[in-house]
């Protein structure tokens, strides 16, 4: 099914590259510009921190480490080799297995903040062009409806309907173009905001885990295995009939 007919797009890419945009098209052109590099930026970046955090279970590979001795504590490039937020995290709790809880939980929050600051860049941005665009537009209106009502003062000519449709058809295009700059900016915003909060939420499970685990509590135990804990021993054989 088309959405949109070949002369509706034609219509849409007039408002986008027509010089109808008036002195504002520049202005506007730079937002959307700023705004698709910042978006496929963010989108790449999110996507490969949350495949790599979930390329391996790193919290059962832990256990492993946990059991040698001087394991990450012995490699300068621990967390220059991995790729994974996950394993940096799990590696952080490592390196600090011998201080208390307290302190574990409070190096991993001091890292775990620095994390949110480098996964929500440009977010901030985004959010302000998505703000400015329809503003941008507005103003663009106003200034044209401006320039048409002078022009109209300084016409000898009578006033007939296709001068005034002609003038508000050219001011209201730089209206339609901030706000189709605006709806995928600001959803865009968004929607990235939100996947990077689950990114968050994810670390910060893995880091109590983790926290636990170098406790002795074992988290990632099967269901199977926790239920078979609460079960009785196999009851000992009835002890045989007198014969």
């Known amino acids: 099914m088309q959405l949109l007919s070949s002369e509706q797009l034609g219509g849409l890419s007039d408002i986008i590259t027509a010089e109808q945009l008036g002195d504002l098209r520049w202005p506007l052109i730079a937002c959307s510009v700023l705004a698709c590099a910042i978006i496929i930026e963010r989108v790449l970046s999110l996507a490969y921190v949350h495949i790599s955090n979930h390329q391996r279970n790193?919290?059962?590979?832990?256990?492993?480490?946990?059991?040698q001795q001087g394991t990450c504590s012995k490699q300068n490039n621990c967390f220059s080799r991995?790729?994974?937020?996950s394993r940096k995290a799990i590696c952080l709790l490592l390196v600090?297995?011998?201080?208390?809880k307290p302190l574990r939980e409070e190096i991993a929050a001091v890292w775990l903040r620095q994390q949110q600051h480098k996964l929500a860049r440009?977010?901030?941005a985004l959010h302000i062009l998505a703000l400015i665009s329809p503003l941008l537009g507005l103003l663009g209106t106003v200034l044209g409806l401006i320039e048409m009502f002078d022009?109209?003062?300084?016409s000898e000519q009578a006033v007939n309907p296709a001068m005034l449709s002609q003038g508000l058809g050219t001011a209201m295009y730089t209206t339609a173009a901030g706000l189709l700059l605006t709806v995928p900016a600001?959803?865009?915003a968004h929607g990235l905001s939100l996947w990077k909060d689950r990114?968050?939420?994810e670390l910060e499970t893995t880091i109590n885990q983790a926290n636990l685990m170098i406790e002795g509590v074992d988290t990632l135990a099967d269901d199977a295995?926790?239920?078979a804990g609460f079960q009785p021993q196999n009851p000992s054989k009835l002890e045989p009939n007198a014969a």
Do not use: V
Not at 82 to 85: A, G, N, P, V, Y
Not at 151 to 154: E, F, V
């Open 186 to 188: 600001l959803a865009f």
């Open 82 to 85: 991995s790729r994974s937020l």
């Open 96 to 100: 600090h297995k011998n201080q208390t």
């Open 225 to 227: 295995k926790t239920l």
């Open 151 to 154: 022009a109209l003062a300084l």
């Open 122 to 124: 440009g977010l901030k």
């Open 199 to 201: 990114i968050i939420h």
């Open 58 to 67: 790193w919290l059962k590979l832990a256990t492993h480490l946990l059991s």
